[in-house]
């Protein structure tokens, strides 16, 4: 007990403390610069909303209203490291300002459903008289401090929803999807909500052939109880009625809209179109425009479609097989969309345009016109890295790499707009005994805009907005000085796809050999290690692939799930020859899933993965123990359990790897396990700005989790139960085991990549589960652990 109360003063020093909370008050503080001499200036303007609301809600609409406020009162405020704050350029204080504020305030609250807000205004005047240290001067400061006070009182809510169209086929398609209406009865009424819903309703008009339907054709009429009260010609009993409807709506506000229809101007926008004629320039240049007065031409037509073509750059069939208009067709926009960004998605042109005209022969028929411009159709690139490696598996020290990268990308192979990419990439690590790693990699995809082979099912199986067949093909020689040469050549066929927020990624066939040549030094480095030495060697992967992910994003919230899975040697470990040999047979399962919540100038980021692997095939005479080593799972490091260096957590509370292990070895012992859980919270916040243009940001982050094996690794020579116990994963124990860090860092946002700086302390130790001091054991202000990463670890 003693120890701890040491310990804990030592990371909580009194005097710190004390110097901490004397900066803060002596330097925590805002200032004017640029500000009119003489006159008073708005300093600061603040924005409270009052009443019954959620916590959530009344901060959004704070934030809505304080954007409503004239520019004549918005502040410009600079942050440096959050605690020094300058305010630039503040404008002149005016009372005529304020009275436009609140204007625009009730404004934006009655758009929202709040007809009867309160918006109170106080203004405060500060003089402050301030000495400059530098040039020794003395000014005064004349600052006015504008505090809104905002009640907005009952929201709205939406009571009866009708549909009232004059055109009999256009009240009959808002009736057959009313269903999907965005008016439902209880919600709060806003202007925004109506203008939703008659964009819904355009679209489903446009959808069914009325090309020429408008928003304007639609107008919203709310309930008119007090207009009505107003008719001198109102029977009594009605009146009484009205008046009674009346009370109870403005105890409980609701209110009664219904679209309509307005007047017939142009009986083109009630008129069902069909497709007429689709003509298709697929090359043209952005700076021509004419495309009549193009020269050497050449058009084929078939189908009442023509393709009108400058270079001959694409083969018809990739054009009419992704178009989604047919002449005869009926119109519908989301087919139109679909063909542009079906185009746009290919990669063989960088932008495309969709025009409709009337018939000149037929009333109720358009003719399309697609225009296509190409991309540049190939790119060469070559570029180098220089990077420090702390991640390699046999070593203590960290690498120092330099790699150089040769890439050729053809964006329109073969005249299909198939995309082909070549990458050579070498490199080599230097450490103590100077070029301590050398490597090469060949890589090469080729990615085909429809579903190869051309099976009529399984075509039918990707109707999808955007589908792609890609053949990958890599080979790759790394020579580990005085450890191993590692030769590895992967090939992979599958398909990627898209349907809505939904992306889709399946390789039915997924072959990777690694051939291991190990040196002696190696082989005694992997008898230290268990759970390595089964996983590091020779094999072959014959598997499956399946890769879902979704984005979801409502309000200031979003959503990211990602599920995949592989499965290797289901069919071919049957075989028995390749089951003893060197196939590798396993299922392997993962689950990640974020959340972000964005307040005004804040993040909250959650983060939750859970994976799990279990190797079945034979191995030998025995069976196999674990997952291959890149296969398997690890924790610790930039991304993960940032309290812990890469691949230093685990296994489970196991004490092999911290004791045993480091006693018989010259280096710390890497873990691989096969099961992981891990959960994160981070709260991001903002400091200021360096040069202007790099922002600097910090986060406060809580880090839990482990990596188990399914079994403990017995029935080998390299290590007894009792001396790896704990490192299994059981349901009566694992939720002891999770390990614990907190932190917080510093992140440099360059706009196109941000660099992070994350320093965390380990808050729960899972290999002191036993000892009554598991939690803060040997908490001290400089025994953390520091970590540099690249973008944000999720």
């Known amino acids: 007990m003693s120890r701890r109360r040491q310990v804990t003063g030592s990371f909580l020093n009194p005097a710190l403390l004390l110097f901490t909370a004397v900066f803060t008050l002596l330097f925590s503080c805002t200032v004017p610069r640029h500000y009119p001499a003489g006159q008073p200036f708005v300093f600061k303007v603040n924005v409270k909303v009052t009443g019954s609301l959620p916590p959530g809600e009344r901060s959004d609409l704070a934030t809505k209203l304080a954007n409503q406020l004239d520019d004549s009162l918005r502040t410009q405020e600079v942050s440096l490291a959050g605690v020094y704050r300058r305010v630039m350029s503040p404008p002149v204080f005016d009372t005529a300002n304020i009275r436009r504020s609140i204007g625009f305030m009730v404004a934006l609250l009655n758009a929202s459903g709040y007809n009867t807000p309160s918006i109170k205004d106080t203004t405060r005047f500060d003089t402050v008289h301030a000495h400059h240290w530098f040039s020794k001067k003395r000014s005064t400061e004349y600052r006015v401090i504008i505090d809104f006070t905002v009640a907005p009182g009952k929201q709205l809510k939406l009571d009866s929803i009708g549909f009232n169209l004059s055109t009999p086929a256009l009240q009959a398609l808002a009736l057959q999807y009313r269903s999907q209406s965005l008016l439902k009865k209880g919600l709060p009424y806003s202007k925004q909500l109506m203008s939703n819903e008659l964009d819904r309703l355009v679209t489903l008009f446009r959808n069914n052939g009325y090309y020429y339907f408008s928003k304007e054709d639609l107008v919203v009429i709310r309930d008119t109880v007090e207009s009505a009260l107003i008719d001198p010609n109102l029977d009594p009993f009605r009146q009484a009625a009205l008046l009674d409807e009346l009370k109870r709506k403005r105890e409980h506000p609701s209110i009664n809209v219904e679209v309509n229809q307005r007047p017939v101007r142009d009986s083109n926008h009630v008129t069902k179109y069909y497709v007429g004629h689709v003509n298709i320039y697929p090359d043209l240049p952005i700076i021509l425009e004419d495309t009549v007065t193009v020269s050497n031409i050449d058009t084929s037509s078939a189908r009442g479609v023509s393709i009108i073509s400058r270079a001959n750059k694409f ?97 329109n192979a073969f005249k299909q707009s198939v995309l082909t990419s070549t990458t050579l990439r070498g490199g080599v690590e230097l450490g103590s005994n100077f070029i301590q ?242 959960a994160n919270m981070e709260y991001r916040f903002p400091l200021g700005t360096l040069f202007g243009t790099v922002k600097v940001l910090s986060a406060l982050y809580v880090d839990a989790g482990n990596i188990w094996d399914r079994h403990i690794l017995i029935d080998t020579p390299l290590i007894s139960a009792q001396a790896d116990k704990g490192s299994d994963f059981t349901f009566n124990r694992f939720y002891r085991e999770i390990a614990v860090d907190a932190g917080t860092g510093l992140r440099f946002d360059f706009d196109w990549f941000i660099i992070r700086f994350d320093y965390a302390y380990k808050l729960k130790d899972p290999q002191r589960m036993d000892h009554s001091d598991n939690w803060f054991y040997d908490l001290q202000l400089f025994k953390g652990q520091f970590q540099l990463g690249i973008g944000y670890p999720f």
């Open 315 to 411: 083969k018809p069939s990739v054009i009419t097989r992704n178009l989604f208009i047919r002449p005869g067709d009926l119109y519908q926009q989301k087919n139109a969309i679909h063909t542009l960004n079906r185009f746009n998605q290919m990669g063989a042109w960088q932008q495309s345009s969709m025009t409709f005209a009337p018939s000149d022969n037929e009333d109720t028929v358009l003719n399309a016109t697609l225009k296509l411009y190409p991309a540049i159709k190939q790119a060469f690139n070559a570029d180098y890295e220089v990077a420090r490696n702390t991640n390699d598996i046999v070593t203590a020290t960290n690498l120092f790499g330099i790699n150089a990268n040769i890439g050729l990308r053809n964006r």
């Open 437 to 678: 790693t050398t490597q090469v990699s060949l890589a090469h995809s080729i990615s085909f805009p429809r579903v190869l082979p051309p099976w009529h099912w399984l075509e039918n199986l990707f109707r999808k907005d955007s589908t792609r067949t890609v053949i990958n093909v890599n080979a790759s020689y790394i020579d580990r000085r005085e450890f191993f040469t590692m030769r590895s050549v992967n090939g992979s066929y599958g398909f990627e796809w898209t349907k809505g927020n939904h992306s889709f990624l399946w390789r039915p066939v997924n072959i990777e050999y690694t051939q291991l040549d190990k040196t002696d030094s190696f082989n005694r480095y992997l008898s230290k290690v268990p759970s390595l030495a089964l996983a590091f060697r020779s094999g072959l992967v014959l598997s499956q692939q399946f890769v879902y992910k979704s984005i979801h994003q409502y309000g200031r919230q979003s959503d990211f799930l990602t599920l995949s899975g592989e499965t290797s040697g289901a069919a071919f470990g049957l075989i028995r020859k390749l089951d003893e040999g060197a196939l590798w047979r396993f299922i392997k399962g993962e689950v990640d899933y974020r959340h972000h919540i964005d307040y005004r100038r804040t993040q909250l980021a959650f983060h939750a993965y859970a994976g799990a692997g279990w190797a079945y095939g034979r191995e030998g005479t025995g069976w196999e123990q674990t997952l291959p080593f890149y296969k398997a799972f690890f924790a610790g490091g930039p991304n993960s359990m940032r309290g812990w260096q890469v691949r230093q957590l685990g296994l489970g509370s196991s004490k092999y790897y911290d004791t045993a292990g480091k006693a018989e070895s010259t280096f710390p012992l890497d873990r691989f396990g096969d099961v992981q859980l891990e």
